[in-house]
Protein backbone atom coordinates (compact mmCIF):
# COMPACT_ATOMS: atom_id res chain seq x y z
CA UNK A 1 0.00 0.00 0.00
CA UNK A 2 1.18 3.75 -0.90
CA UNK A 3 1.34 6.66 1.10
CA UNK A 4 -1.36 8.29 -0.70
CA UNK A 5 -3.64 5.12 -0.01
CA UNK A 6 -2.67 5.09 3.60
CA UNK A 7 -3.51 8.88 3.88
CA UNK A 8 -6.64 8.09 2.12
CA UNK A 9 -7.60 5.37 5.12
CA UNK A 10 -6.31 7.70 7.99
CA UNK A 11 -8.62 10.49 6.77
CA UNK A 12 -11.60 8.12 6.52
CA UNK A 13 -11.01 7.13 9.98
CA UNK A 14 -10.51 10.77 11.12
CA UNK A 15 -14.38 11.86 9.61
CA UNK A 16 -15.40 8.58 11.08
CA UNK A 17 -14.26 9.81 14.85
CA UNK A 18 -16.27 13.15 14.66
CA UNK A 19 -19.67 14.17 16.35
CA UNK A 20 -21.01 14.10 12.72
CA UNK A 21 -20.24 10.98 11.44
CA UNK A 22 -21.85 9.34 15.11
CA UNK A 23 -24.83 11.60 14.43
CA UNK A 24 -25.85 10.73 10.51
CA UNK A 25 -25.27 6.95 11.66
CA UNK A 26 -27.46 7.21 14.40
CA UNK A 27 -30.07 8.93 11.90
CA UNK A 28 -29.55 5.86 9.16
CA UNK A 29 -30.33 3.49 11.91
CA UNK A 30 -33.30 4.75 13.00
CA UNK A 31 -34.53 5.66 9.16
CA UNK A 32 -33.64 1.52 8.87
CA UNK A 33 -36.01 0.73 11.81
CA UNK A 34 -38.74 2.92 10.26
CA UNK A 35 -38.48 1.71 6.93
CA UNK A 36 -37.89 -2.44 7.72
CA UNK A 37 -41.26 -3.25 7.67
CA UNK A 38 -43.08 -5.57 5.65
CA UNK A 39 -46.65 -5.03 6.50
CA UNK A 40 -46.35 -1.58 5.19
CA UNK A 41 -45.23 -2.86 1.76
CA UNK A 42 -48.40 -2.61 -0.67
CA UNK A 43 -47.08 -3.95 -4.06
CA UNK A 44 -43.87 -5.75 -5.57
CA UNK A 45 -42.46 -2.63 -7.13
CA UNK A 46 -42.79 -0.66 -3.34
CA UNK A 47 -40.98 -4.09 -2.16
CA UNK A 48 -37.93 -3.59 -4.39
CA UNK A 49 -37.65 -0.18 -3.71
CA UNK A 50 -37.74 -0.88 0.05
CA UNK A 51 -35.37 -3.08 -0.75
CA UNK A 52 -32.61 -0.80 -2.21
CA UNK A 53 -33.20 1.97 0.27
CA UNK A 54 -32.65 -0.48 3.12
CA UNK A 55 -29.55 -1.89 1.42
CA UNK A 56 -28.03 1.41 0.95
CA UNK A 57 -29.29 2.48 4.61
CA UNK A 58 -27.46 -0.71 5.57
CA UNK A 59 -24.36 -0.16 4.16
CA UNK A 60 -23.74 3.62 5.28
CA UNK A 61 -24.49 1.79 8.70
CA UNK A 62 -21.75 -0.62 8.22
CA UNK A 63 -19.26 1.58 6.50
CA UNK A 64 -16.88 2.31 9.14
CA UNK A 65 -16.56 -1.72 9.65
CA UNK A 66 -15.99 -2.25 6.08
CA UNK A 67 -13.64 0.32 5.78
CA UNK A 68 -11.63 -1.26 8.65
CA UNK A 69 -11.88 -4.73 7.39
CA UNK A 70 -10.34 -3.17 3.83
CA UNK A 71 -7.28 -1.92 5.25
CA UNK A 72 -6.98 -5.04 7.65
CA UNK A 73 -7.14 -6.95 4.25
CA UNK A 74 -4.95 -4.67 2.10
CA UNK A 75 -2.45 -4.84 5.17
CA UNK A 76 -2.56 -8.64 5.06
CA UNK A 77 -1.97 -8.89 1.26
CA UNK A 78 1.31 -6.14 2.07
CA UNK A 79 2.78 -8.72 4.32
CA UNK A 80 1.74 -11.79 2.38
CA UNK A 81 3.51 -9.91 -0.93
CA UNK A 82 6.92 -8.86 1.21
CA UNK A 83 6.90 -12.67 2.46
CA UNK A 84 6.78 -14.10 -1.04
CA UNK A 85 9.52 -11.46 -2.22
CA UNK A 86 12.00 -13.10 0.46
Not at 25 to 45: A, G, P, Q
Not at 50 to 61: C, D, E, H, K, V
Request: net charge negative.
Amino acid sequence: MDITERQNYEKMFVTFDTEGWGLLRERFIEMFNTSNNLFVISDEKAFWQTRGSLGMLQFFIELEDIVKNELEQAEKDETEDNEDIE
